[in-house]
Structure formats: structure tokens, C-alpha cells
């Protein structure tokens, strides 16, 4: 393939804010308030926000990424739990300012002065956010019950309603550290952003775990232990991957009414990605949910690759991966074109093919062909199979061009389009396929009717008469 990729571009953040505190005091709604969109799971059940989520915004002209944290406790005890303190802790570690959220209804709490030694501990500067302001006059009394932490000006938020936020994150602007002049707002343009989706406990926190090289994502063996799309930035050889580890993808009608909105967060991080990783249980194989979500990337035009996880427990003789490959591929044709790499992420068997396969589809995800070779090839692929006409009108193909990328879309030009049949457009991104590759992209082919008399300065491709 004849590398030509156009690449976008994505401004990082040169700065990093963790928003914490206890359970339920409104973090994720603060979080949601100030990036201006849906992207933590708000709800009055405690501790729904179970893992670290990040968002580039800009204010005043300062980029900030801000992280939402899970609540903090440390009277909770269990796997998760533990795993959720280590993750805020590195979040801390991560930031270069604290906002500690907490209720001013409920006063200062136990949990809250634990959260304090925390951050304390940690040495970061830390600026208070009093939530649930909502009545201010009312409410002023209570702001007094914060002041022992010795942690002056307080800010007074409502973030229901967006009260006070303003005034926050100009504090926020001004008690950021000095960076030097060079360090702004870098333009990253060969970001690949890859998205790791699936079913429930199929293992994808294990395989971003393994891919990163670190426990970044919570990992426990009890379903839908990861329900927001958590953002790692890893680069490899020089190429800098943005990771979206998204909730386990359930179908409607059987999940409760939090994970349902975590099925659309599943389904946003595949519109955030350019390369999808489609997770599959081998033990359980495709299943309709499946079929679905996959069905969905190639409907959002993304690029993807199938990871047969835990091969490392299937039975195994010679045929077992070539017979594994014919059946999904039966199960779901539009995977045909997929890569398929059978590893197992608790051991990290084959898991360093998958950077492998994530460039090299990126890089068909981002191909543009020649026009000029495209056309000549057109000609051949006409050659070799005229396209038959429909109750007697026959079509006459004149040339083919490139419209776009990510995915491959093409227009292809045709004089009585009506009587050119789906199945020769079928023909056409097959070779398009066989000819340039495009593994693991779909394509888009738009066939348009062109009313121009003289195409003198396109190509005319003629169907024969049949």
C-alpha cells in the first residue's frame, strides 16, 4: 500500500486538576458541569463513578485537564475499593492542583477529614469547592464549618445548577504552578485514539492493563466493574495512543437502569475512536450482543480488529483457530475484512501484536488513493466484469474519486445510476479491498448520477452493450 494518511489534530493539556472528595458529594455533576458534557455517571447511588475519568477543557485560555475521581473512603474494604483508593492516589500524584468537593447540608464528615489527611499527605495545593450551595443567603452560615482546614478563600457551587462555577475555575487559572513559556497547548496530530469495547468481564480493563504496562483499570472477575470510558495517553515508538477502556456493552432490557447509561457511553467511545478492539470471550465466542456492538463499528465507519481473549483456556489441536476464524466470519460477515488475533490478556500471550495491528489498520483507516491510478484501476475492475443493465438500460461507469478518509469513502460517478445493481457495488469494494488492502476499515462507495455532457477531462469507462 502506498502510505498517504491525513491526520487529525488534538490539542493536549499541559495542565491536570483531580476533582475529590467523599462519596456523593457531587464530584462527577461538578465534573459533568465544567467540561460541558454527559461524561461520568451521575446518580444519588454512592460510589457509581468506580474509576478516574479525564477531559481536556480550556478556560481563560489555560488548557486543564480535569480528572473525576471515584469517592474516597477508607472504611470500605474489598478488592475494588482498595483498587479505587490507589487510583485516586495516583490521580493526586498525577495533578498539579486538587479541587476537594464537599457538602455543605451534611457539613465537615469523617470521610471528609480523611480525604483532607489525603491530600495533605500528598503535598498538593488543593482549593475547596462547598457543593450543594444551591441558596446561598440560607446556606452562608455553613460555609463556616470548612474554615478549621485553614484552606481560605472557600467556593461556594451549586453544581446542579452551574452556580459559582465560574468563579471556581478562575481559581482554579490562577493557583495553577508557572509552566515555562514553551509548554502550551501542543498540536498532536498523529493521535490514534483506539477504543477497547465488549461484553462485560470478557477482559478488556485486563488487556488495557497489559497494553499499558501498568494497572491502570479496574480488574475484578464481577461484571460491569468499569461503567465510565477511562482515557490513558501511551505512546509507543514514538506514536501517541489515546486508550478508551469503555463499560461492558449489555443489550437493553437486561441491564439496571445505571448500566443502560452505560451502554451509551460504550457507544460513544466507538465515536471517539479511530480503532476499535473488539473484545470476545473464546470460551463463549460471538454472541447476538456481540454481533451488535460490532455491527455498530462498522455502521459509525470506525476501523477495528477482533481479540479473541482467554485462548489460553480453549482446548487446542492444529484446525482450532483456523476453524474459529471461518465460524465467526460466518457469524458476522462484515468481519471478513478484520484482523483477528487470538491472545490471552491475563498472561499477555500475542498481546504485543495488537500494537502491531492497531498502526497497521490506522494506517488503511487513513489511506487516500491516487485519483489517477484509482481510475486506471476502475478501468481494469470494469474490464474484467462489465456491470448488467436493469430492464434494458444499461449504465455507464465514467470515473471514481476519493472523497474523504477514516473511513476510505469514495464517489463513483455513473451515468443511468439507476440501472447499475447493488451487488456490482458489492464487486467494486471488493476489489478496492483486493487492490489496496483496507484491512480492517470499511469503505464507504457512493454511487452518484452525473448529468454532465462532456466528460472529456474525466476518465469514460463503457459497460458493454450485453
Known amino acids: 500500500m502506498e502510505e498517504k494518511i491525513e491526520k487529525r489534530k488534538l490539542?493536549?493539556?499541559?495542565?491536570?486538576?483531580a476533582i475529590v472528595g467523599r462519596p456523593n458529594v457531587g464530584k462527577s455533576t461538578l465534573f459533568n458541569r465544567i467540561v460541558g458534557e454527559r461524561v461520568s455517571i451521575v446518580d444519588d447511588q454512592p460510589g457509581v463513578t468506580r474509576?478516574?475519568?479525564?477531559?481536556?477543557?480550556e478556560w481563560n485560555g489555560v488548557p486543564i485537564r480535569f480528572l473525576d475521581t471515584g469517592g474516597y473512603e477508607t472504611t470500605a474494604r474489598g478488592e475494588i475499593e482498595e483498587n479505587l483508593r490507589r487510583h485516586i492516589q495516583e490521580a493526586i500524584e498525577l495533578s498539579d492542583l486538587l479541587i476537594l468537593v464537599v457538602d455543605i447540608s451534611t457539613g465537615p464528615t469523617a470521610e471528609d477529614e480523611d480525604a483532607m489527611d489525603l491530600i495533605r499527605r500528598s503535598g498538593r495545593d488543593v482549593i475547596l469547592a462547598v457543593n450543594k450551595a444551591d441558596n446561598l443567603k440560607r446556606e452562608r452560615e455553613g460555609l463556616n464549618d470548612f474554615l478549621h482546614w485553614g484552606i481560605e478563600p472557600l467556593y461556594p457551587v451549586s453544581s446542579t445548577h452551574g452556580t459559582g462555577t465560574g468563579d471556581l475555575l478562575d481559581a482554579v487559572v490562577d493557583a495553577l504552578p508557572e509552566r515555562p513559556a514553551e509548554i502550551g497547548m501542543e498540536e498532536e496530530e498523529n493521535l490514534i485514539r483506539v477504543a477497547i469495547v465488549g461484553r462485560p468481564n470478557v477482559g478488556k480493563s485486563t488487556l488495557l492493563n497489559q497494553l499499558v504496562g501498568e494497572k491502570r483499570s479496574l480488574v475484578s472477575n464481577i461484571p460491569g466493574t468499569t461503567r465510565d470510558p477511562v482515557d490513558t495517553f501511551v505512546e509507543k515508538e514514538g506514536q501517541p495512543y489515546l486508550l478508551i477502556d469503555t463499560a461492558g456493552i449489555r443489550r437493553r432490557g437486561k441491564i439496571k437502569d445505571l448500566e443502560k447509561y452505560a451502554v451509551g457511553r460504550g457507544k460513544l467511545a466507538i465515536?471517539?475512536?479511530?480503532?476499535?478492539?473488539?473484545?470476545?470471550d473464546a470460551e463463549e465466542g460471538i454472541t447476538e450482543t456481540d454481533a451488535h456492538v460490532f455491527g455498530l463499528t462498522q455502521e459509525m465507519g470506525r476501523a477495528a480488529i477482533l481479540l479473541v481473549n482467554k485462548w489460553d483456556l480453549v482446548e487446542?489441536?492444529?484446525n482450532t483457530s483456523g476453524e474459529y476464524v471461518k465460524k465467526i466470519q460466518e457469524t458476522c460477515k462484515f468481519l471478513r475484512h478484520c484482523p483477528i488475533q487470538f491472545i490471552s490478556a491475563m498472561t499477555g500471550q500475542r498481546t504485543h501484536r495488537v500494537w502491531?495491528?492497531?498502526?497497521?489498520v490506522y494506517e488503511h483507516y487513513s489511506f487516500r488513493a491516487p485519483t489517477s491510478g484509482l481510475n486506471n484501476n476502475l478501468q481494469d475492475w470494469v474490464n474484467r466484469r462489465p456491470p448488467h443493465g436493469i430492464r434494458g438500460r444499461h449504465p455507464k461507469i465514467l470515473y471514481m474519486t476519493q472523497v474523504g478518509v477514516q473511513p476510505p469513502t469514495f464517489a463513483l460517478f455513473v451515468k443511468n445510476r439507476d440501472a447499475l445493481h447493488f451487488s456490482y457495488e458489492r464487486y467494486l469494494i471488493n476489489q478496492m479491498r483486493e487492490t489496496y488492502g483496507f484491512t480492517g476499515t470499511p469503505i464507504r462507495l457512493h454511487v452518484r448520477e452525473s448529468r454532465r455532457r462532456d466528460y472529456s477531462d474525466r476518465p469514460v469507462i463503457d459497460a458493454p452493450n450485453h
Open 356 to 360: 502491531e495491528e492497531i498502526k497497521t
Open 271 to 280: 465515536e471517539r475512536a479511530d480503532v476499535v478492539l473488539l473484545v470476545i
Open 316 to 318: 487446542k489441536d492444529t
Open 11 to 17: 490539542k493536549t493539556a499541559p495542565y491536570t486538576v
Open 51 to 57: 474509576d478516574v475519568i479525564g477531559r481536556i477543557f
